[in-house]
C-alpha cells in the first residue's frame, strides 16, 4: 500500500516535471497547464493516495464507476473532471457533479446538462469535444458543425462553454499528433472571435502525446498510463 502511494506519487512528479519542461519551451508558465491524472478503471484507493500527495484533479469516463468514487472519497476535495462519451439520458448524473464536462458533443446533450444543471440550481462548466480527424468511431462534433453548435451553447443559463478538447488519433509518433493539436488551438481561437468572448481551456494530450500537446497550448492535459500504469480491459 506504501509501496503503491509512493509509486503514483513518484508518477505524478515525473509527469509534472516534464509538462513544466514542455511549457517553458513553449515560452509558457508551467502552472498554466493542469494535469488531469484519468483514473478511470482504477480503484478509489489510487485517487486517495494521489490527493494525498497533491493532485487534486482527477478525470473519469464512465458514470457509474464516477459516481461510486465520488461517494467513497466525498471526505476529499478533489475536482472531477468527465471525460467520456455521455448520453444525454445520463445527464442527471453529471450536471452539477463535475467541475467541468470535456466531453460535450452535441446540442442534445448540451440540453440534458443545461436542463439538469438549472434544476439544481447551478451552472455547469462545459467543453465542446471535437472530432478534428474526421474518424468515424471517435466521438466529437465536426469542425464545420462546431460554430452553431458553440452559438447554441451560448445561450444556455445552465451550462457556461470553457473552451475544446480534442482525442487525436494513436500515432505511434507523437509528433504525427501535433498538427491536431495546433488546429484546435486555431478554432478555439476562430470561436473566440466568433463569440466575441474568451475562451479559458484547451484540453489535449494523453500519455502518449502531451508533449506537443503542452507546446502546441494545452490548459488541461488527461493522463492515466503514465501515472497508473497500464489498464484492464473494462469488462
Ligand atoms: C483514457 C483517456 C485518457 C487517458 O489516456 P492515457 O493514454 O492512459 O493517458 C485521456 N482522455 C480520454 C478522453 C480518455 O478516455
Known amino acids: 500500500m506504501q509501496d503503491r502511494k509512493q509509486e503514483l506519487a513518484d508518477n505524478a512528479a515525473e509527469v509534472r516535471e516534464a509538462l513544466?519542461?514542455?511549457?517553458?519551451?513553449?515560452?509558457?508558465?508551467?502552472?498554466?497547464?493542469?494535469?488531469?491524472?484519468?483514473?478511470?478503471?482504477?480503484?478509489?484507493?489510487?485517487?486517495?493516495?494521489?490527493?494525498e500527495a497533491g493532485q487534486m484533479d482527477f478525470g473519469e469516463n464512465y458514470v457509474q464507476e464516477a459516481v461510486a468514487k465520488q461517494e467513497e472519497l466525498a471526505?476529499?476535495?478533489?475536482?472531477?473532471?468527465?471525460?467520456?462519451?455521455?448520453?444525454?439520458?445520463?445527464?442527471?448524473?453529471?450536471?452539477?457533479?463535475?467541475?467541468?464536462?470535456?466531453?460535450?458533443?452535441?446540442?442534445?446533450?448540451?440540453?440534458?446538462?443545461?436542463?439538469?444543471?438549472l434544476e439544481r440550481d447551478t451552472v455547469?462548466?462545459?467543453?465542446?469535444?471535437?472530432?478534428?480527424?474526421?474518424?468515424v468511431q471517435k466521438s466529437g462534433v465536426?469542425?464545420?458543425e462546431l460554430p452553431a453548435l458553440a452559438e447554441e451553447v451560448m445561450g444556455m443559463e445552465g451550462v457556461r462553454l470553457q473552451g475544446l478538447?480534442?482525442?487525436?488519433p494513436f500515432f505511434d509518433d507523437p509528433e504525427r499528433a501535433r498538427p491536431v493539436f495546433a488546429r484546435l488551438r486555431e478554432l478555439k481561437e476562430a470561436l473566440e472571435k466568433q463569440l466575441g468572448t474568451s475562451?479559458?481551456?484547451?484540453?489535449?494530450?494523453m500519455t502518449g502525446d502531451f508533449v506537443p500537446a503542452v507546446e502546441e497550448g494545452a490548459?488541461?492535459?488527461?493522463?492515466?498510463t503514465r501515472i497508473f500504469g497500464a489498464r484492464a480491459p473494462k469488462g
Open 124 to 135: 455547469q462548466d462545459i467543453l465542446l469535444q471535437v472530432n478534428i480527424a474526421g474518424e
Open 199 to 205: 475562451l479559458p481551456h484547451l484540453s489535449m494530450g
Open 142 to 144: 465536426a469542425a464545420e
Open 20 to 51: 513544466a519542461l514542455a511549457a517553458r519551451r513553449a515560452g509558457r508558465e508551467p502552472g498554466d497547464v493542469t494535469l488531469v491524472a484519468v483514473s478511470k478503471i482504477k480503484p478509489a484507493s489510487d485517487v486517495r493516495a494521489l490527493a
Open 75 to 117: 471526505d476529499l476535495d478533489l475536482r472531477w473532471h468527465f471525460i467520456g462519451g455521455l448520453q444525454s439520458n445520463k445527464a442527471k448524473f453529471v450536471a452539477g457533479k463535475f467541475a467541468l464536462v470535456h466531453s460535450v458533443d452535441s446540442a442534445k446533450l448540451a440540453r440534458a446538462l443545461d436542463k439538469k444543471a
Open 165 to 168: 478538447m480534442t482525442m487525436p
Open 219 to 224: 490548459t488541461l492535459v488527461r493522463i492515466g
